[in-house]
């Protein structure tokens, strides 16, 4: 059997998005806190909150502050769920290869803006521009 898989995914997903260092990819803490509203319960949480998961401090992951995180990413549920997942319980190798499990291991495994950027280049190369 592989070894269990452990990684702060809810946290780093948090991370590539919301920040004090905003950029274009990235949004303030208080922007973030506006969209992140878990759609079952409506729970918000506080901008302290969402600072601490920015700092890679430790929290307590709630259904409701992945459904919260979800929203205010834009993400499906179920790939927020994946990340919490990852974080506390961990997965073994093989589920890392399918599902939302491993869409997620590909969100993490690429920068913000990464996929466009990619795209861009591409379509630059192939125009000759």
């Known amino acids: 059997m592989a070894a269990v898989q452990h990684r702060s995914a809810l946290t780093e997903l948090v991370q590539q998005h919301v920040g004090t260092h905003t950029g274009p990819d990235k949004m303030s803490v208080a922007a973030f806190v ?17 600072g601490k998961i ?4 430790s929290y307590n992951v709630t259904p409701e502050l992945v459904g919260a995180i979800a929203a205010g990413l834009g993400i499906p549920r179920e790939i927020a769920a994946a990340a919490a997942h990852l974080q506390i319980i961990g997965y073994e190798a093989a589920e890392l290869k399918r599902g939302a499990p491993a869409t997620l291991m590909r ?23």
């Open 34 to 50: 506006q969209r992140a509203v878990d759609p079952d319960s409506g729970y918000r949480p506080s901008n302290g909150l969402i």
């Open 54 to 57: 920015v700092r890679g401090d």
């Open 107 to 129: 969100r993490l495994d690429v920068e913000p803006g990464e996929p466009e950027r990619a795209v861009a280049e591409k379509w630059r190369k192939e125009t000759g521009q």
